[in-house]
């Protein structure tokens, strides 16, 4: 069966824009969670997302938001883009909240802000 | 404050040797514990899940103890091989069911 898919790979924007990343997680997994990853702090929980409603979220300014749509599919959104928002943003998904069988992620979004 | 630590030096193995790579958390109580490898441009892979009742845990030449007195996990790869290089990753599932990520453990085997 197909992966997580992330879309775009590799994205540039300039301080001050806003982006959206799209994650589709495999078919029939409902639950979808964000990551940021960079050198120095590692993965970093923004939210998860499960029956199109936020159950977790992290510890991330109101620049970033998610949502989730009826097919599973979720986006992320950050608004304002500042430098240090340059970062691996990692999508991954599992059957349910808390599910034991571990994530499945997708191979992540690379966002440069120059 | 709430931690997760894992080895931020590089280990360097001779192919053959079995790795052992930890992780220590801090005021966490874990409803069970995963291991994760990912190689570089990629996402992490999902290797193994541990339950805080459990002891020890083994996937062919991988092997993780959980040892939650001592708050502590210890990830086993018995005969490493060069492609075993990666970096490693502990992640925490609390009982809110929110995963906290390790910053990873990056592992070279030389040949």
């Known amino acids: 069966k197909a992966g997580v898919t992330q879309t775009p790979r590799y994205l540039i924007k300039t301080r001050g824009q806003q982006v959206t990343l799209s994650c589709s997680p495999i078919s029939g997994h409902r639950s979808v969670s964000w990551y940021q990853q960079t050198p120095g702090q590692g993965l970093q929980f923004l939210f998860e997302?499960?029956?199109?409603?936020?159950?977790n979220k992290g510890n991330f300014p109101g620049r970033f938001s998610g949502r989730q749509f009826s097919n599973s599919r979720s986006e992320m959104n950050v608004s304002t883009l500042e430098l240090g928002d340059s970062a691996l943003y990692l999508c991954?998904?599992?059957?349910?909240?808390?599910?034991?069988?571990?994530?499945?992620f997708g191979s992540g979004t690379r966002l440069t802000v120059v | 404050s709430q931690k997760i630590e894992q080895n931020s030096e590089a280990l360097n193995i001779q192919e053959g040797k079995t790795a052992t790579l930890t992780c220590n958390y801090t005021n966490y109580s874990p409803a069970y514990l995963q291991w994760y490898r990912q190689d570089p441009g990629r996402g992490p892979v999902f290797l193994l899940l541990i339950r805080e009742n459990e002891k020890e845990k083994r996937k062919e030449r991988l092997k993780v103890t959980f040892d939650t007195t001592l708050k502590q996990s210890l990830f086993h790869i018995t005969a490493s091989q060069p492609a075993d290089s990666a970096t490693y990753l502990c992640a925490l599932v609390t009982g809110g069911f929110k995963t906290i990520f390790g910053a990873g453990t990056r592992l070279f085997v030389k040949a």
């Open positions: 991954a998904s599992s059957p349910s909240t808390g599910d034991r069988s571990g994530y499945t």
């Open positions: 997302y499960f029956s199109e409603t936020q159950r």
